[in-house]
């Protein structure tokens, strides 16, 4: 027997001719004697000015690490720029000028020669996830059971005191890479500075999001958890915080907001969802985390009109959406590369999450796709026999063997039952290889 996926998606980056500017790696250190509320100007382009005031300066080892502010001219708007602590694909500085009124954005990226940082002209949608729309349907609390893939890797651990009750769950203990799901409630200083509220959600709400999100990350060396000590102790630089709360101060009315890029910048530049609740709120963390990797939305143009969010296609066991379009609706997201019609995004999702992100990679391929390095059926004492394993990549054949003496077999594959990124095709071969039986049902 062997299953294999349907398109999960590969990736390259857009194309995007902007204006810039080399930054001066001084900049920052000038700042070390200012303090909040003290005035702050830097050229954005040439010789336009941007002006306004220090919200946060912080200073570690007589060194300014990272500022943020408001700004007034040329229009409203805010900044922050950060030096990176542990070098990485982002380059020596990272930081972000916005202007949400004219839709445009700044931003430091390591495109300079040998990499060196440079302030780069953008439009605000290339650097800020824009408008996510929160679902137009209210979201259920109730909860379906779903097990994990290996039961006995995720065990009720026992709450310690730092979690505040939110229950200890992990999908790659010792990855090197994390996405932290923070349902905690807090403060950040980041995003002009915000206390955000702790939501309203059981322990078993709470991993069912956790399930539905691990499903998505599945294929890549990352381990997906509410575990804030397991955040703490990961490399900054290859760590993000997804910051669930009703607190949707960082964008109004929205579904939830996310830097582009983030998850390869030290410190702690969370993203934001604002659905709390099952589905809902899985797929806008799953989509507001993918920003974080330096992913663009999915969405369709038409003759020139573009519309954001691509809600998918088909409906039922089968119905397809992509995770970086809107996937609330549908029961199968993926990671994709634009394989629908009028797609405004060809990017190669996969690829551009396991080999554009520190300490990111795909997992080892678990289960071969020849007879010889098939894995046998388990089988079991009432006659029944199983196999679990992962699609790891497009493409990807996981195959079974089993013996039998004769008689009826019945076979059924399924992927999980709770937003699986499979539409799953099963094909019977004999031990000569020859095919018997296929089957790859649309409903």
């Known amino acids: 027997m062997r299953a294999s996926a349907g398109p999960t998606g590969q990736a390259a980056g857009s194309n995007t001719t902007s204006r810039k500017r080399t930054w001066d790696p001084a900049f920052l250190a000038s700042l070390r004697n200012s303090g909040k509320g003290d005035p702050i100007r830097f050229e954005l382009?040439?010789?336009?000015?941007?002006?306004?005031?220090?919200?946060?300066?912080r200073i570690t080892n007589d060194q300014v690490i990272y500022v943020a502010g408001k700004l007034s001219e040329p229009e409203n708007?805010?900044?922050?720029?950060?030096?990176?602590?542990r070098p990485g694909v982002a380059g020596s500085f990272v930081g972000v000028v916005e202007f949400r009124e004219s839709a445009r954005a700044y931003r430091i990226e390591p495109t300079g020669p040998d990499g060196a940082p440079e302030l780069v002209q953008r439009s605000l949608d290339e650097v800020l996830?824009?408008?996510?729309?929160?679902?137009?349907?209210?979201?259920?609390?109730?909860?379906?059971?779903?097990?994990?893939?290996k039961p006995g890797d995720f065990p009720n651990l026992p709450i310690p005191p730092y979690q505040n009750g939110i229950i200890v769950l992990q999908s790659l203990p010792g990855a090197t890479a994390v996405l932290y799901l923070d349902f905690q409630g807090g403060y950040t200083p980041s995003w002009g500075g915000i206390r955000y509220e702790r939501p309203a959600v059981s322990n078993d709400?709470?991993?069912d999001v956790w399930v539905r999100v691990a499903e998505d990350y599945m294929p890549f060396r990352i381990n997906v958890t509410t575990d804030l000590g397991v955040f703490q102790a990961a490399p900054e630089g290859s760590r993000q915080r997804v910051i669930?709360?009703?607190t949707d101060t960082a964008a109004p009315?929205?579904?939830?907001?996310?830097?582009?890029?983030?998850?390869?910048?030290?410190?702690?530049?969370?993203?934001?969802?604002?659905?709390?609740?099952?589905?809902?709120?899985?797929?806008?963390?799953?989509?507001?985390?993918g920003h974080t990797f330096g992913l663009e939305h999915q969405g369709v143009n038409i003759n020139g009109q573009v519309s954001e969010y691509f809600g998918g296609q088909g409906s039922g066991e089968t119905g397809w959406a992509p995770i970086m379009g809107l996937g609330y609706y549908q029961n199968v997201v993926q990671w994709a590369k634009g394989e629908y019609l009028h797609a405004n995004s060809l990017q190669e999702e996969l690829l551009i999450i396991?080999?554009?992100?520190?300490?990111?990679?795909?997992?080892?391929?678990?289960?071969?796709?020849?007879?010889?390095?098939s894995r046998y059926l388990e089988v079991c004492t009432d006659c029944t026999a199983r196999a679990e394993g992962v699609i790891e990549r497009t493409g990807d054949i996981d195959a079974f063997q089993f013996t039998t003496s004769g008689g009826a077999v019945w076979l059924r594959a399924d992927p999980v039952n709770a937003s699986p990124n499979l539409a799953v095709q099963v094909s019977l071969f004999d031990a000569n290889d020859r095919l018997l039986a296929s089957s790859n049902p649309q409903d």
């Open 45 to 57: 382009l040439e010789g336009e000015y941007a002006s306004g005031t220090v919200d946060y300066l």
């Open 77 to 85: 708007g805010r900044f922050f720029f950060q030096t990176q602590t």
């Open 129 to 149: 996830c824009v408008k996510l729309p929160r679902p137009d349907r209210p979201a259920s609390k109730d909860i379906e059971y779903i097990p994990p893939l």
């Open 205 to 207: 709400q709470i991993r």
């Open 244 to 246: 669930i709360t009703p």
């Open 253 to 289: 009315g929205q579904g939830g907001v996310a830097y582009t890029g983030t998850f390869n910048w030290t410190g702690d530049t969370p993203c934001w969802v604002f659905n709390t609740y099952g589905k809902y709120c899985a797929e806008a963390c799953s989509h507001e985390a």
């Open 354 to 373: 396991a080999t554009q992100n520190n300490d990111m990679a795909y997992r080892p391929d678990d289960t071969g796709d020849t007879l010889a390095t």
